[in-house]
T-cell receptor, first 114, second 111 residues
Framework: DTGVSQDPRHKITKRGQNVTFRCDPI?????LYWYRQTLGQGPEFLTY????????KSRLLSDRFSAERPKGSFSTLEIQRTEQGDSAMYLC????????????FGPGTRLTVL | GQNIDQPTEMTATEGAIVQINCTYQ??????LFWYQQHAGEAPTFLSY????GLEEKGRFSSFLSRSKGYSYLLLKELQMKDSASYLC????????????FGKGTRLSVIA
């Protein structure tokens, strides 16, 4: 399977702990996006990369959130001092520069903060 | 600001046709996407419209009117497996930029 992969698929943590998620995009895709989705809502943009450069961060992304894509391949999303409101599905997507921006989504990481 | 509206829920009968509407008000427009999302799974791409008119792809069609800020997704010959959420998303800028999603329409197909 050469689609977008995410790890872990599920994460349960206690409030105040730090968590890190990983996304491996489709290999030839240079754009990588992070979205957050809560129950009954559509995905909400967090940040995105072109190669290793972080091009944009949502205003909704607090300073507890940080994302990296150090070699322009996989990306990590870290949440520090988690809060119960961080509980959500974190989706990663990637796209091909030659396409009309069809974004291919990974299966997501479901975070539960107790 | 950004505003993308879709009905929250719809129910339709197996074998029937259903139309899911989406209206949008965004700062820019460079294309509209429809995605399907089954419960607990990732969204999967269905269609893309950037010019006015109808795009047909098998049982699924999508329509766009840029002047009205309006799109619809038409599903024909409904099957039980079509029960899912359908997400309308707008690309505001040119290039491979993030999408702005609506809240999604949860479609239930009943026998």
């Amino acid at each position: 399977d050469t689609g977008v992969s995410q790890d872990p698929r599920h994460k349960i943590t206690k409030r105040g702990q730090n968590v890190t998620f990983r996304c491996d995009p489709i290999s030839e895709h240079n754009r990588l996006y992070w979205y957050r989705q809560t129950l009954g809502q559509g995905p909400e943009f967090l940040t995105y990369f072109q190669n290793e450069a972080q091009l944009e961060k949502s205003r909704l992304l607090s300073d507890r959130f940080s994302a990296e894509r150090p070699k322009g391949s996989f990306s990590t999303l870290e949440i520090q001092r988690t809060e119960q409101g961080d509980s959500a599905m974190y989706l990663c997507a990637s796209s091909d520069p030659g396409s009309y921006n069809e974004q291919f989504f990974g299966p997501g990481t479901r975070l539960t903060v107790l | 600001g950004q505003n993308i509206d879709q009905p929250t829920e719809m129910t339709a009968t197996e074998g029937a046709i259903v139309q899911i509407n989406c209206t949008y008000q965004t700062s820019g427009f460079n294309g509209l996407f429809w995605y399907q999302q089954h419960a607990g799974e990732a969204p999967t791409f269905l269609s893309y419209n950037v010019l006015d008119g109808l795009e047909e792809k098998g049982r699924f069609s999508s329509f766009l009117s840029r002047s009205k800020g309006y799109s619809y997704l038409l599903l024909k010959e409904l099957q039980m497996k079509d029960s899912a959420s359908y997400l309308c998303a707008v690309k505001e800028n040119s290039g491979n930029t993030p999408l702005v999603f609506g809240k999604g329409t949860r479609l239930s197909v009943i026998a």
